[in-house]
Structures are given as C-alpha cells and as structure tokens.
Nanobody, 125 residues
Framework: QVQLVESGGGLVQAGGSLRLSCAAS????????MGWFRQAPGKEREFVAA????????SYANSVQGRFTISRDNAENTVYLQTNSLKPEDTAVYYCAARSDGIYLFTSSARYDYWGQGTQVTVSS
C-alpha cells in the first residue's frame, strides 16, 4: 500500500512557475513508476508526465513538453513536477499517481494503482 500526498499548488500569474511535490509512504517507492495527471472543471482527467522507477526515463504530454519537468528523489520518497511558463489553460487540480510496475511508462490513468488527493493550480491571465 502506498499513500501519496501532493503539495505546492497555488495561484500564480501567467508566465510564472510552481514546483509541485508528491510525498509517498512505504518502503517500495523506489520500485514504482510515478505520474502526474490533472483535471480541469468539466473536463476529464488527463496525463501530464510520468517517470520510471530510476528516473532514467520520462514522458510528457505534448501540451506541457518543454515547460514542465518531472523528477524524483528516491531517498526522500518524493516525486516533483516543476512547472514553468504557466498558462491559464494549465489551471486544474493536479494529481500524483503511482504504478507498482516501475519499468514502463503509461499515459492512461487506468494503469496506475494509487492516487493522491490532488493540489489546485490556478493560473491567472
């Protein structure tokens, strides 16, 4: 069982940055693949970024490629999402997710086993 707690969300002006964190419980964090998803009001949850167990491979949605960076610190049981050049359309609740098979990266939310409660990111124009 893995428990995930996100933090770092907030209100920022367009062009600004936020660093989201996801702290995980459990001794097996380093074996998990991790992902970030987001959900805006009235829209479906969508993939943002993913990272494999070692941090050696990452994947990004086209909409955030070049602006967002996912990373992890296995010693601290934490995964990060650095968000730069934020746009109003990035406004959403951002969720952290964990998948027990840490080798492969998936963009589908159905492939992830554990979820956090989410952190709100609001970008004003």
């Amino acid at each position: 069982q893995v428990q995930l707690v996100e933090s770092g969300g907030g209100l920022v002006q367009a062009g600004g940055s936020l660093r989201l964190s996801c702290a995980a419980s459990g001794r097996t964090f380093s074996s998990y693949a991790m992902g970030w998803f987001r959900q805006a009001p009235g829209k479906e949850r969508e993939f943002v970024a993913a990272i494999n167990w070692s941090g050696g491979r990452t994947s990004y949605a086209n909409s955030v490629q070049g602006r967002f960076t996912i990373s992890r610190d296995n010693a601290e049981n934490t995964v990060y999402l650095q968000t730069n050049s934020l746009k109003p359309e990035d406004t959403a609740v951002y969720y952290c997710a964990a998948r027990s098979d840490g080798i492969y990266l998936f963009t589908s939310s159905a492939r992830y086993d554990y979820w956090g409660q989410g952190t709100q990111v609001t970008v004003s124009s």
